[in-house]
Every structure is written in structure tokens, then in C-alpha cells.
């Protein structure tokens, strides 16, 4: 499954997913894990341990899915750019989607956002790094156009100077 696929399919359950339903299944499983496979029955709680991180991380996926799939439209024609969100979501033109590694959770699963945009210019690599909060609706408004600005910016670099 491409990254992209994923990342739809886990927006889709962000929408969908009860909470207890959710972790009485997860108990299940393991359970049924345990009955199984043999070499699980140590890790009976494992996975019910990482149900609450799952579901903080999928409310906050929810949020900040639709940003990134906006930003992403808005750049997906420009050649030379790579684009990160949180240190998790990463595009690069040709619609090359990826997670990146080592992401920080804490920073994932709050208000903000960090996005990084790089755009090569012949051999010159620019940058724009910039937070937003995903609660204010100006500040999400704004960045669309912040990135814009600094591509045309950029660009314009190359063909006055």
C-alpha cells in the first residue's frame, strides 16, 4: 500500500472509530493472538497498551490531514520541492509520499503544526519553516498563501538575479 493510500484510509477511520469499541477490540485481538501464536503469549498487553496513543494520534490526524492534502494540491505541479509536516508527512514532486522517521509524537498530537518547505533553484536550495496553529482558521488560511509567496519569491531570485 503507497503512503498516500494509507494516510486516506487512516483520515476514513479517524472519522469512523468509537473509542471503546475500539480498545475492546484491540483486547480481543490479543487475546486471540495469544490463542494462536505461542510465541505472543508474553505480549498478551502489548497492544492494549498503545490503544490510547492510537487514538490521540488518529484525533489529531484527523485535524490535520485535510491541511496537509490542501498544501499538497496547491504544490503538487512544482518541480524541485519537498514539503514536511511535523517531521511525519513528506512530498516530493512527482507525488513521492512518505512518513519520515523518528517522528515526535508529542509535536504530532498538538495544536501546531511545523511545516518545512524546500524548493531547489538550479544549485541554490531555499527554505521556509513555519508553525501554525490548527485551531485558528486565519492561521491555516495564511499559510497556503505564505508558500505561495515563497515560491513565486524564490523563482523570482532566479529569473532577476
Not at 472519522?15 to 490463542?35: A, M
Request: aromatic share 18%.
Amino acid at each position: 500500500m503507497n503512503e498516500w493510500n494509507y494516510w486516506e484510509r487512516l483520515f476514513y477511520l479517524a472519522e469512523k472509530i468509537e473509542e471503546e469499541r475500539f480498545k475492546e477490540t484491540i483486547e480481543l485481538f490479543s487475546k486471540f493472538l495469544v490463542n494462536f501464536d505461542l510465541q505472543y503469549q508474553y505480549n498478551e498487553t502489548f497492544l492494549p497498551l498503545f490503544s490510547d496513543e492510537f487514538l490521540l494520534f488518529i484525533k489529531y490526524f484527523r485535524y490535520k490531514f485535510p491541511i496537509v492534502k490542501m498544501i499538497i494540491k496547491d504544490i503538487q505541479e512544482i518541480s524541485n520541492i519537498k514539503i514536511m509536516f511535523d517531521k511525519y508527512w513528506k512530498y516530493e514532486y512527482k507525488e513521492k509520499y512518505s512518513i519520515c522517521e523518528n517522528t515526535d509524537f508529542k509535536q504530532f498530537c498538538s495544536k501546531t503544526m511545523r511545516i518545512e518547505c524546500s524548493l531547489l533553484v538550479e544549485t541554490k536550495r531555499f527554505l521556509f519553516r513555519k508553525e501554525i496553529n490548527i485551531s485558528k482558521e486565519e492561521e491555516i488560511d495564511n499559510i497556503q498563501e505564505e508558500i505561495a509567496g515563497f515560491i513565486e519569491n524564490t523563482r523570482g531570485e532566479k529569473r532577476h538575479g
